[in-house]
C-alpha cells in the first residue's frame, strides 16, 4: 500500500496552472491543501458522494481544462452510479483518482465495503478506457504517466493505507470564498459579462 498523503503529492505534481482539482471531504482535502493550495482548487466540504459528478459536469463544459477528482472509496461507493455516466459521457480531460484506504477515516475509520469491491474493475466494466490499480508509488507514477499519451477518462485506484499525518489543519477558506475563488478560475471571462 501508498500513504495517501504521498501519492496525493505525486498527483498534485503533475497539475498545471490553469487545471482543475476536485477533492473529497475529510483528509483528503486537508491533504491537498496543505500540498498546494491554488484558486483552481474545489475543496468539497460535507458533501461526500457528489464530487464525480461535479467533475464530469465540468469536464464537458471546460474541454480546454483538465479535471483532477480525488476522492476516497466511501465517496466512490456513495455514487457508483456516475461511473457508467462518465465512461458513456467519455471527457478527454478527466482524471478520476479513487484513494482507497477501505475505511470511512474522517469519521472514526469504520471500514468500508472497498475491501471486497474492485472499483477498478467496475470502472473496467463501466467503460472507461483506462482504469488501473495502484498499490506502491512505482505504479502510481507509471499510471500518472499513462495520463500524459493517452486521452481520458482515466481512472486510478490507490490503495492506501490508514496513516493519519500530524499537523493537517483544517482548511480555513469558508465555502463561500472555496466557490467564489473557485469560480473565478474555472471562467474569468465570466466577471465581464
Known amino acids: 500500500m501508498i500513504d495517501r498523503y504521498t501519492a496525493i503529492q505525486a498527483i498534485l505534481r503533475r497539475v498545471n496552472p490553469e487545471d482543475l482539482v ?3 471531504t475529510g483528509m483528503i482535502s486537508r491533504e491537498v491543501f496543505v500540498t498546494n493550495d491554488r484558486p483552481g482548487n474545489f475543496y468539497m466540504i460535507g458533501s461526500m458522494g457528489l464530487l464525480s459528478s461535479f467533475g464530469l459536469g465540468l469536464a464537458l463544459q471546460f474541454p480546454e481544462k483538465k479535471v483532477y477528482i480525488l476522492e476516497g472509496d466511501g465517496s466512490a461507493l456513495m455514487s457508483l452510479g456516475s461511473l457508467p455516466l462518465i465512461a458513456t459521457e467519455s471527457p478527454k ?3 478520476h483518482v479513487i484513494l482507497d484506504n477501505e475505511a470511512y477515516e474522517s469519521t472514526g ?5 472497498s475491501s471486497k469491491v474492485d472499483l477498478d474493475e ?9 482504469a488501473v490499480r495502484a498499490e506502491d ?4 507514477e507509471d499510471a500518472l ?7 481520458g477518462p482515466h481512472l486510478i485506484l490507490v490503495k492506501a493505507g490508514i496513516a493519519p499525518v500530524e499537523g493537517i489543519p ?3 477558506h469558508p465555502p463561500t470564498e472555496i466557490r467564489d475563488r473557485f469560480k473565478d478560475q474555472v471562467s474569468p471571462e465570466s466577471l465581464t459579462k
Open 93 to 95: 480531460n478527466l482524471f
Open 22 to 24: 476536485l477533492s473529497t
Open 137 to 140: 508509488l512505482e505504479s502510481l
Open 122 to 130: 467496475i470502472a473496467k466494466s463501466s467503460g472507461y478506457p483506462h
Open 109 to 113: 475509520s469504520q471500514p468500508s465495503i
Open 145 to 151: 504517466s499513462d495520463w500524459d499519451t493517452n486521452p
Open 170 to 172: 483544517r482548511i480555513p
